[in-house]
């Protein structure tokens, strides 16, 4: 119970730091449109992201897609990715509407990955998460 008190208090902590750096919210987003010209940026579904629940989330040798989110991985996801690396993402909320997630400056609390192409897998927030 204390350990996920801790946990949960770190995330938080996490979370205020980027909203520090000047991180900001989006109120109303749209998914991504689906290029009509040929593009290797294709939005994509996926739910392939460590989330708080994963011991490996907080593993700070494990260099895989973070994301902090109420939501989890229980709602939709639409991603873009360029050679492997995510580029953005987008989470619906419990009423399925779309909020472009938060792409923090690093993979927190990774430690590796960051020599990988395009900086490596990365850690996204939900945007109303942040801002509460």
């Given amino acids: 119970m204390v350990a996920a008190a801790r946990r949960f208090a770190f995330v938080v902590a996490l979370v205020l730091f ?7 919210s989006a109120a109303a987003d749209e998914w991504p449109p689906i290029p009509n010209y040929p593009t290797p940026i294709v939005p994509y579904e996926t739910k392939a992201f460590l989330t708080p629940g994963d011991l490996d989330y ?11 989110s109420p939501f989890g991985t229980s709602t939709k996801i639409v991603c873009t990715s360029f ?3 995510t580029l953005e993402c987008w989470q619906a909320d419990q009423n ?11 993979n927190f609390p ?17 945007p109303f998460f942040a801002a509460n």
């Avoid at 980027?18 to 900001?24: D, E, K, V, W």
């Fill in 18 to 24: 980027g909203a520090a750096l000047g991180i900001g």
């Fill in 58 to 68: 907080w593993n700070p040798l494990v260099s895989k897609d973070r994301l902090t």
């Fill in 83 to 85: 050679h492997g690396v």
């Fill in 96 to 106: 399925g509407n779309p909020h472009k997630l938060i792409k923090l400056p690093f």
């Fill in 110 to 126: 990774s430690i590796t990955g960051w020599q990988l192409p395009g900086g490596g897998p990365g850690h996204f927030v939900y």
